[in-house]
């Protein structure tokens, strides 16, 4: 690599933004943050602007945005705000590549934009897949935009077909930690904390992706999203749970030949390679050891507890809207969770409820997939509430 890729980082402040921030100030030479958006977090933006001297920053909540621009006013910076600037931003001439790392819903729009503007993407945000997986990869297949993963699962299986790409994929398996609750049963599930949910064994995530990690809905999604990077039907997708979280996911091919890619749970790794595709770069993260993982264990999903990753993959048989559906309701009753409005086992409950109430729709337009995920919000929402009022 020789010429600087200039990022566009939706979502600086989570994090994935945080870690790809590292990966940045690591390779000078080779990245510079030409765009740092966040959501609320105006003070983690302020700093990383700051540190990293982006050409544009954009704060999302509109009534943080002369708070950012004060702050920033000494420096050659740009500041905007909203999501109609979020969209324009991604378009800008000079950027190389746009990491979507916003979290939910929020990550769709301006990945199609930045779509639309033929610019690479380098993808952590799997919602955007989940709710319009056909609708997007036809949208990067028209404009001949590669989508490369972040997520370690989807990252681990594109590397597994780096020299590949021509030999049919009989499946793939991804691995799940099992989070905190691993090997719980339903009646142990019912008193489950907040905080205990929030305590997960092997990565360090935001509160959304960790709690979706304990109900095992971050595997469903993962999914859903697996099917539209790579092509797959659903019964070419198998999840495992690997409590060391090693092997980071599995290519089985068609003369039963099998890749895995392992490593340490570290996220600055397939980071790094979505940004220096098709390069491996010199790094200084910590290496894995066999002698000190002398067993790697493997069980199979308990998907009637953690019914979340069941109703994902019904939602990816079913198609059309039902992943948007299954993906709003999530969004809600996460909140709700994290509110302690709601108890854990009460999270399925909704989404299985929503998922019957939303009217289906086979072949759904983004405006009827915004519709969808409007709608659903609101059922969500009514549903909650009627738990909280018994």
């Known amino acids: 690599m020789s010429k600087i890729k200039h990022i566009a980082l939706l979502g600086a402040t989570g994090s994935i933004g945080t870690q790809t921030l590292e990966v940045i100030a690591a390779h000078p030479e080779l990245f510079k943050a030409e765009v740092l958006t966040a959501h609320r977090n105006a003070a983690l933006l302020i700093q990383q602007a700051r540190t ?11 009534s943080l945005y002369e708070q950012v621009r004060d702050a920033l006013a000494d420096l050659p910076i740009k500041v905007y705000t909203g999501e109609k600037a979020l969209c324009e931003v991604v378009q800008m001439e000079q950027i190389d590549v746009v990491l979507t790392a916003l979290v939910g819903y929020a990550g769709l729009q301006p990945t199609l934009h930045a779509i639309r503007a033929g610019k690479p993407i380098a993808l952590a945000n799997k919602e955007t897949l989940v709710v ?21 699962e989807h990252s681990a299986i594109f590397q597994c077909l780096v020299g590949e790409f021509h030999n049919p994929i009989e499946k793939i398996i991804l691995t799940a930690s099992g989070g905190p609750f691993r090997g719980m049963r339903r009646a142990e599930l019912e008193t489950v904390t907040r905080a205990q949910a929030l305590k997960h064994p092997n990565w360090e995530m935001g509160a ?37 979280s090693i092997i980071h996911s ?53 998907m009637e507890t953690f019914r979340n990753l069941k109703l994902a993959f019904w939602a990816l048989e079913q198609g059309g809207n039902a992943p948007c559906v299954l993906n709003a309701s999530n969004e809600v009753v996460v909140e709700a969770f994290l509110r302690e409005k709601i108890g854990f086992l009460a999270m399925s409950e909704v989404i299985e409820d929503c998922l019957a109430r939303v009217p289906y729709q086979a072949n759904a337009s983004l405006e009827q997939l915004i ?14 509430q009627k738990l909280v009022n018994k």
């Open 52 to 62: 990293f001297l982006p050409n544009v920053v954009v704060i999302g909540e509109e």
């Open 132 to 152: 319009a997986g056909e609708l997007v990869t036809a949208l990067a297949e028209e404009y001949r935009v590669p989508i490369l993963p972040v997520d370690s």
């Open 208 to 244: 959304k992706i960790t709690i979706d990690s304990a109900s095992m809905m971050n595997k469903g999604l993962e999914v859903i999203e697996a099917k539209w990077l790579f092509g797959l039907a659903p019964e070419q997708i198998e999840v495992i749970v690997h409590p060391q």
């Open 250 to 302: 599995i290519v089985q091919f068609q003369d039963s030949s099998m890749k895995a890619q392992m490593g340490l749970p570290d996220m600055r790794v397939p980071i790094q390679f979505a940004l220096s595709y098709p390069d491996r770069l010199q790094a200084t993260f910590p290496r894995f050891d066999f002698l000190a993982y002398p067993a790697l264990t493997f069980e199979q999903p308990d």
């Open 371 to 384: 519709a969808s995920d409007e709608e659903a919000r609101a059922v969500s929402a009514e549903l909650i």
